[in-house]
């Protein structure tokens, strides 16, 4: 034992994951003991990091909490950057053991929650959207409840919209009857959230995303997607042909500023209530996309070909408000179309200052 009146200096060797204690005494005495790493500090679960989304989140927040105190987990796995930087966990969300599992080995106090089933492909397979986009989320929020995990991070969309609410600046609370399987699973959810929340304490917080634009990983099936898919064949083949009419407006966000927003709202202290809140940044059509894109390579061309993705987003608000936002938790966007077309490109190994 360390004479009381000497502390002993503790330090911890993250390679071998052993703990030193170094005595302050004559003899300078070291002690190496193995140490079950994973248990002493408060680690954050996203689930869903292979996806495009979940790729840039997990490395952003390996960036600012340490690459050992974030776990990604996909049902796959994810790309070399996040299978490389830090633990990786394959899991399977509709089952509860599993994230369990994780959550106890890691001793996971928060879960980003990004598995999901997207619009487009959930129009197709219907029954299997429901299943995952609810019980996934039923599952976090229960191990929530019985107080394993502190912090939940659960994204809705603007797809809890339908046609019959505002179509542009559509407020925070406003009529909500979504026309989509990925859309009622959405608005089932938030309500979900706001059940726990209220009956349980459960501290759950959520943003209504809009599409978001990215290059590091391929977007999971979205109505969303041909903002992402418009860059890839300007650049390989100077013309895209598009499935949105030339003129559908949709809500539109960088990633940067997506994963911005999601941390800044998860440190934010605890809000009384759930909010799941409208995020927007920018709206813009296919064709206001392809004039920023013809800025840099002005022999691009846009062609349409609308398929069943014009129906879904036709369904959706052009433009969002999201005052709330920008109230409670002072959200700003960076973002605007240049410079989104700029940070595509660019990202795209496009040459451009
Ligand atoms: P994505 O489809 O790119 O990624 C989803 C990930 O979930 C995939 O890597 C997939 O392998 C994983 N997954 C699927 N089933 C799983 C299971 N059973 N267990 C574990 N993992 C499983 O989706 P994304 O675009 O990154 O979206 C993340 C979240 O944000 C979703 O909730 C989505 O609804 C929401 N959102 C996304 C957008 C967007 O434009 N990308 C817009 C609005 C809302």
Known sequence: MFPLDQTPKISINYHTRKLIFISLNAHNLVIFAPLNFEKMTQSILVIGASGQIGTELTLKLRQLYGNEHVIASDIRNGNYDVMESGPFEILDVTKKEDISRVVDKYAVKQVYLMAAMLSAIAEKRPQNAWDLNMNSLLNVLDIAKEKQIQKIFWPSSIAVFGPSSPKQNAPQKTILEPSTVYGISKLAGESWCAYYQNKYGVDVRSIRYPGIISYKTNPGGGTTDYAVEIFYAALKRKSYTSFLNKDSYLPMMYMDDAIEATIQLMEHEKFEDFTAYNLSAISFSPKEIAKSIQKYIPEFTLKYKLDSRQKIADSW?????????????????????????????????????
């Open 317 to 353: 608000p052009q433009s969002i408000d999201d005052s709330s936002a920008r109230n409670d938790w002072n959200w700003k966007h960076k973002f605007e179309l240049d410079d989104l077309v700029k940070a595509m490109l660019k990202g795209l190994h496009f040459p451009i200052s």
